[in-house]
């Protein structure tokens, strides 16, 4: 091949867009991961093992565009979650990307041969519910990324909180009125994780209950943006304080709001806890 491109490569796997860092946290963070992945050594040198450097908060900064507070931020979810490690030094820091190795060999990669053998799990965006419920034992078995977005053995909470199919299509078709793109809630395990984090704490009934106050108030000026199960749970008490809210102000006139019928919204569903 003539024109070969400059400076190698590094490898991503496929996985990293359903990782907890791509998809639901705020983008700076993604991109102060990608700058550090691709930072270190490819190779180990007589100063630095494979999958370490030295960096400072300028550097970063300087490349990312982040600021102090938000490399701090994403630091602290880094190293929780060990993705790095970090060592002070005089002048900045030396970075360890944790399982740097197994990343960035091929070998650590199902290929399209294993594919062809069906022992690698395949999604597609025309999946439905019942082909999600079939490839449940295939992601029971296989390395994924987890929620920190290490690759590891792992049951979704999704598959491990066991509900029906029928019992998802009510959770998940409501949002087709929010988001014409609702069907890849189906395929995306963040977003069923998020609905079944919600079952287990708050039951099942209630759960559809909130998805219905948050259909009704879709639109409303100034009420919280949601179109989709992680934002529902991460904005869940943005949605019921505006709904007390709009119920104080239009005199209890709305008859889904949780404080015009307690017994809906603000009861107790039924529960279901995973140890």
């Known amino acids: ?111 399209d041969t294993e594919n062809d053998l069906g022992t690698k799990h395949k999604r597609n965006t025309n999946d439905t519910i019942n082909k999600n419920d079939k490839n449940d034992n295939n992601e029971k078995n296989e390395e994924v990324i987890s929620a920190s977005g290490r690759l590891e053995k792992k049951t979704p909470l999704c598959i491990k909180i066991g509900l029906p199919k029928e019992k998802w299509s009510v959770l998940i078709d409501p949002f087709e ?39 009704d108030h879709s639109g409303a000026p100034y009420g ?12 869940l008490g943005k949605l019921i304080v505006f709904d007390k809210k709009e119920s104080q102000k239009n005199n209890n006139k709305h008859g889904n709001s949780l404080q015009a019928t307690p017994g809906k919204y603000a009861g107790i569903g039924e529960s279901i806890k995973i140890d």
């Open 1 to 111: 091949m003539e024109n070969k491109i400059e400076g190698g490569a590094t490898i991503w796997a496929r996985k990293t867009i359903d990782s907890v860092i791509f998809y639901d946290k705020p983008d700076k963070w993604f991109k102060i991961w990608f700058f550090l992945v691709n930072r270190v050594n490819h190779k180990k040198n007589r100063r630095w093992e494979r999958g370490q450097c030295f960096t400072t908060y300028s550097e970063i900064a300087l490349t990312t565009k982040a600021t102090k507070n938000q490399i701090d931020m994403c630091f602290r979810f880094l190293k929780k979650e060990q993705m790095l490690t970090t060592q002070k030094t005089t002048r900045g820091m030396t970075i360890t990307i944790v399982n740097y190795s197994i990343y960035q060999d091929l070998k650590s990669y199902k290929n």
């Open 177 to 215: 009125k929010v988001n014409p793109m609702f069907k890849k809630i189906y395929e995306r395990i963040p977003e069923r994780n998020a609905l079944a984090e919600m079952c287990n704490e708050f039951g099942f009934e209630k759960t559809v209950d909130y998805i219905s106050l948050m259909v």
């Open 224 to 235: 919280p943006v949601i179109t989709k199960p992680t934002e529902l749970l991460r904005n």
